[in-house]
């Protein structure tokens, strides 16, 4: 009879070993090819779906959880300062952050001049076609962002948001604030963006084109 | 330090926000909202008062202008895009073609002064960055409806801009020229060359 016991450990060590990769496997979700692509380009080694404890060591900069948000990373290059963040699902930003944490969707935000005209133009090139028009409302009064949104079906997609030139307020003059999202699963507007989005252009929404 | 301590009210700042509750597409919304101002005050510095854009500058110069290139000059061929520029600015390695019939292109002088020209995805003149423009102007040149922004005002307050924007029509590429000039009489000099580019009929053209 024991001579079973120590195969049976091994057996079940690597039963629950199959089991935690199954599972690892069925709840990663699937991202697009174009999608990782752009992430790749961006952010190297980033993974959608991949958990913040694989992650870590593939971000150059300590990262830090923000509440209801995910895990944030400052970055400086010789583009200037940006931001990774790490943006985990409703289901985890409820918690108090934790290594086990899987990221819904990826972030950089950046104030570089040009990066806006750079990026558009790289995601043009990727999905080869024109982008969905959408505005996001900030908390701030005559603050709006504008979207450009690329959807791989139901699959993931990639927003480009920027500052709106139509803005009546802003808080560093000449300063555009860009940011790359990009994410799997179905857009699911606000939810996906993390602001308050609507579907129309924010000129059509502050009533300056018709 | 100041980004860890940026972050650190961010994340102070979204608790309390937690704490008073409410749903959590509003808290997610301003814990991003909170870290992107942290961001621009890091980039930026002081906040700026906000408001619509400052009043023209005395000295800002008119986009309309329609002077020639002042001398000396250098003129750059490529063959795709050719532009005359002060003789001082020497190219930024060599152009970046694209794989959709474009280029880009980079060029600085001597005091730091920049200009680069590419291919643009943006539909209008102003998509995608904003600024007190001084100055505007349309006019027809190099084949395409040109539209020129000329801004006196950068970022760190040194940076004079002419942007320019190239619709060829149909579905061809869009060409940008943006040039950051670190004096306004080298934003003079910049607002000129908008007017010597040369555009190939092959621009856009996939090989």
């Known amino acids: ?210 | 330090m100041l980004p860890a301590l940026a972050l650190a009210l961010v994340a102070t700042g979204s608790c309390r926000r937690a704490s008073a509750g409410g749903a959590d597409s509003t808290q997610a919304a301003a814990a991003s909202d909170s870290l992107s101002v942290a961001l621009e005050d890091e980039v930026g510095g002081p906040p700026s008062a906000g408001g619509p854009p400052a009043p023209l500058s005395p000295d800002s110069l008119d986009a309309c202008t329609a002077l020639p290139p002042s001398e000396p000059t250098k003129r750059m061929e490529s063959p795709l895009v050719t532009i005359t520029l002060p003789a001082d600015f020497e190219p930024l390695g060599a152009p970046t073609p694209s794989g959709n019939g474009t280029a880009s292109y980079q060029w600085r002088g001597e005091d730091g002064s920049r200009v680069q020209i590419l291919a643009s995805g943006a539909s209008s003149a102003h998509e995608g960055w904003t600024g007190p423009r001084a100055s505007e102007c349309d006019f027809q040149a190099a084949g395409a409806q040109v539209h020129v922004d000329v801004l006196f005002w950068g970022l760190t307050g040194t940076d004079r801009t002419v942007r320019a924007w190239f619709d060829l029509g149909g579905d061809r590429p869009r060409l940008q020229y943006v040039a950051h000039a670190r004096t306004l009489d080298r934003q003079d000099e910049l607002l000129r060359a908008v007017r010597t580019v040369w555009i190939s009929t092959m621009w856009g053209v996939r090989q």
């Open chain 1, 1 to 210: 009879m024991r001579a079973f016991v120590l195969p049976g450990i091994i057996l079940g060590l690597a039963l629950a070993w199959l089991g935690l990769r199954s599972y690892d496997a069925l709840t990663r979700p699937d991202v697009p090819a174009q999608v990782q692509a752009v992430v790749q380009r961006y952010a190297p080694g980033i993974q959608i779906g991949a958990t913040v404890r694989e992650l870590r060591p593939r971000v150059s900069a300590p990262l830090t959880y923000v509440p209801h948000l995910g895990w944030v990373a400052t970055l400086r290059d010789k583009t200037g300062v940006s931001q990774l963040r790490l943006l985990v699902s409703e289901q985890d930003r409820a918690g108090a952050g934790a290594d086990g944490d899987r990221v819904d969707a990826v972030e950089l935000v950046t104030a570089s001049p040009d990066a806006y005209i750079t990026v558009l133009t790289d995601l043009t090139t990727v999905f080869r076609r024109m982008p969905r028009e959408g505005c996001l409302t900030t908390p701030e009064p005559g603050k709006y962002r504008e979207v450009r949104l690329w959807t791989v079906g139901d699959d993931g997609g990639v927003a480009l948001v920027n500052d709106f030139g139509g803005n009546t307020t802003f808080r560093h003059t000449g300063m555009v604030v860009v940011a790359l999202l990009a994410y799997a699963g179905p857009f699911r507007g606000s939810a996906t963006l993390r602001e308050s989005w609507t579907a129309r252009s924010c000129a059509r929404l502050t009533g300056l084109a018709q």
